[in-house]
């Protein structure tokens, strides 16, 4: 069982940057793939990044992928997501997750647990 706290989101202009966290409890996060996923109003939750238990392995959506990076600390428990150059449809809430099984999957059915979500709100 992990139980999982995002933190960071805010309001920033297009172009600008932010650092989401998530803090997992519990021993076995080292052992889980790390997901970050958003969810725009009347959208679907879309797959955002992420990372396999030992940081080797990252996977990025196409719409992220060269201004987002995932990145993970076993020893703080804690999961990142460094945003740049920010544009107003990345606008959305995120929200992190955990797969025990996995190296890191784009599919949100594959992932056992979920933060409450931060909101991320980029003006233009």
């Known amino acids: 069982q992990v139980q999982l706290v995002e933190s960071g989101g805010g309001l920033v202009q297009a172009g600008g940057s932010l650092r989401l966290s998530c803090a997992a409890s519990?021993?076995?996060?080292?052992?889980?793939?790390m997901g970050w996923f958003r969810q725009a109003p009347g959208k679907e939750r879309e797959f955002v990044a992420a990372?396999?238990?030992?940081?080797?392995?990252?996977a990025y959506a196409d719409s992220v992928k060269g201004r987002f990076t995932i990145s993970r600390d076993n020893v703080k428990n804690t999961v990142y997501l460094q945003m740049s150059s920010l544009k107003p449809e990345d606008t959305a809430v995120y929200y992190c997750?955990?797969?025990?099984?996995?190296?890191?999957?784009?599919?949100?059915?594959?992932?056992?647990?979920w933060g409450q979500g931060t909101q991320v709100t980029v003006s233009s």
């Open positions: 519990g021993r076995t996060f080292s052992s889980y793939a």
């Open positions: 990372i396999s238990w030992s940081g080797g392995n990252t």
């Open positions: 997750a955990a797969d025990p099984y996995r190296s890191g999957s784009d599919i949100r059915y594959d992932y056992n647990y």
